[in-house]
C-alpha cells in the first residue's frame, strides 16, 4: 500500500471521527439541554476540541490535518507535492460526509438531511477569517518552532476557544463546513451559507499563510528530519 493512500486513509477517518464529534455532540447537547444554548455550546466545544487532541495524537504519525486549508498550506510552503495535497483533500471532503451520515445515524436521524440553519451576514464571515488565520498560526507556529509533538494540544485548546470568541463559532475548515450541510441538527450549516464560509476560510488561510512564512521564515533545524524521512517514504 503506498505512503499517499495511508495518508488519504488517515485524513478520510480522523476529519469522519472529527465530524461525528461535532455533530454528534451537538445533537446530544440539544437534548441533554434542551433551554440552554450556552451549555449547548459548551458541551459541544468542549467534545470537539476533546477529540481534535486525541486524533491529532493518534494520527499525527501518518497525517492528520483534516482540513484542506491546512493542506493547501503545506502546499503552498512546499512540505507536500499537487498530487499529495488533492488526494490528502478528497480523504478530507469524503471522510466529513461519512462523519455527517454516521453521526445522524447513531442517533435515530435520518441519513442525509439539508441543514435548515443559515449563518449569513458580514461578521460571521469575518469571525472565520479569523477563525482560520489564528488556526494556521497555532499548527504551523508549533510546527516551524520545533514543536510539532504540541500540536494536538494547540490545536484542540484554539478551536475549544474559538468556538467562543468568533463570532461564526469557528467552522475554519472547508470539509468540516461541507459536511454539516447534510445535517439538520445543531452543528448544521445551510448549503446556501456554506459557499461564503469556504470564501471566508480561504482568505483567512491566504492571509495565515502570508503570517506564517513573516513570522517563520524558516525551518529548524530538528524539524528537517521528520520531512526528509516522509520524502524518502514517499
Do not use: C
Not at 446530544?28 to 466545544?45: E, I, K
Amino acid at each position: 500500500m503506498s505512503v499517499l493512500v495511508r495518508r488519504a486513509a488517515a485524513e478520510f477517518i480522523g476529519t469522519a471521527f472529527l465530524v461525528m464529534a461535532v455533530v454528534g455532540s451537538g445533537v446530544m447537547a440539544s437534548r441533554l439541554s434542551p433551554d440552554d444554548v450556552g451549555l449547548q455550546l459548551l458541551q459541544n466545544s468542549l467534545a470537539t476540541g476533546a477529540a481534535l487532541v486525541a486524533l491529532i495524537v493518534a494520527l499525527q504519525p501518518v497525517s492528520a490535518s483534516f482540513n484542506p486549508v491546512v493542506t493547501l498550506v503545506e502546499r503552498a510552503l512546499r512540505m507536500i507535492d499537487t498530487r499529495t495535497a488533492a488526494g490528502l483533500i478528497a480523504g478530507q471532503v469524503l471522510g466529513g460526509l461519512a462523519g455527517t451520515v454516521a453521526a445522524n445515524l447513531m442517533f435515530g436521524l435520518d441519513a442525509v438531511s439539508l441543514s435548515t440553519h443559515e449563518r449569513t451576514g458580514a461578521g460571521l464571515w469575518l469571525g472565520e477569517v479569523i477563525a482560520t488565520v489564528g488556526l494556521l498560526l497555532v499548527i504551523f507556529g508549533a510546527v516551524r518552532s520545533g514543536r510539532a509533538d504540541r500540536v494536538a494540544f494547540a490545536v484542540g485548546g484554539y478551536i475549544t476557544a474559538a468556538y467562543w470568541f468568533t463570532s461564526s463559532t469557528s467552522f475554519a475548515n472547508p470539509a468540516v463546513t461541507i459536511a454539516r450541510t447534510v445535517t439538520d441538527t445543531f452543528a448544521g450549516i445551510a448549503p446556501s451559507s456554506a459557499p461564503a464560509f469556504i470564501l471566508a476560510q480561504l482568505l483567512g488561510g491566504v492571509a495565515g499563510f502570508v503570517l506564517v512564512r513573516f513570522l517563520y521564515p524558516s525551518l529548524p533545524v530538528a524539524s528537517a528530519a521528520p520531512a526528509a524521512r516522509r520524502k524518502v517514504l514517499s
